[in-house]
């Protein structure tokens, strides 16, 4: 049992270490294509030409991905306004069995993803003040990314006259 526990810091501690290179990686990247041009301005040598050509091409890579994989993700507004709902719950099924594939929060942009095999699914989507939402099937002919934006209709509560005391 204290085995299990161990193993289960552990795993935290090496994904909150991913999570902060992940997070540092731009920046990173950014500050050694710097560091590698003042250098080779400096010095300009065949090796420091080298190492400002590679983090080039790392800056290239890195923008040509972010563009690539730009709306990797599904969103959540708002009908009318067209704002992005944070923590609306989106539920995924398969359209064939009816089984529930995952459940996803949106974030604080509304966004959520799914990663699916081909197949036919459809969501559902639901929020506090928000009629809740069921999505016509999504076929999908290869695996991918679902990237739909998921509109919820707010619920309009007609104001009601407040109860007359009898005299």
């Not at 400002?52 to 009318?80: A, E, P």
């Not at 942009?109 to 095999?117: A, K, M, T, V, Y």
Request: net charge positive.
């Amino acid at each position: 049992m204290a085995y299990g526990f161990l193993k289960q810091k552990i795993i935290r501690i090496l994904q909150g270490i991913n999570n902060f290179f992940y997070a540092l990686n731009p920046y990173l990247l950014i500050f050694g294509t710097l560091i590698s041009a003042a250098v080779f301005l400096v010095v300009p040598a065949k090796f420091n030409l080298m190492v400002l050509l590679v983090y080039l091409l790392m800056d290239l890579i890195k923008l040509f991905l972010s563009i690539r994989t730009f709306k990797s993700f599904g969103m959540v507004v708002d009908k009318t306004s067209q704002v992005p709902l944070a923590l609306s719950v989106v539920r995924l099924f398969n359209v064939e069995k009816n089984w529930l594939m995952g459940t996803r929060v949106t974030d604080e942009r509304g966004r959520f993803n799914f990663l699916l095999l081909p197949g036919s699914y459809y969501m559902t989507c639901t929020k506090d003040a928000y009629s809740e939402l069921k999505t016509q099937p999504i076929e999908l002919k290869k695996s991918g990314l679902v990237t739909h934006t998921l509109e919820l209709a707010p619920i309009i509560i007609p104001s009601q006259p407040p109860p007359q005391n009898p005299v």
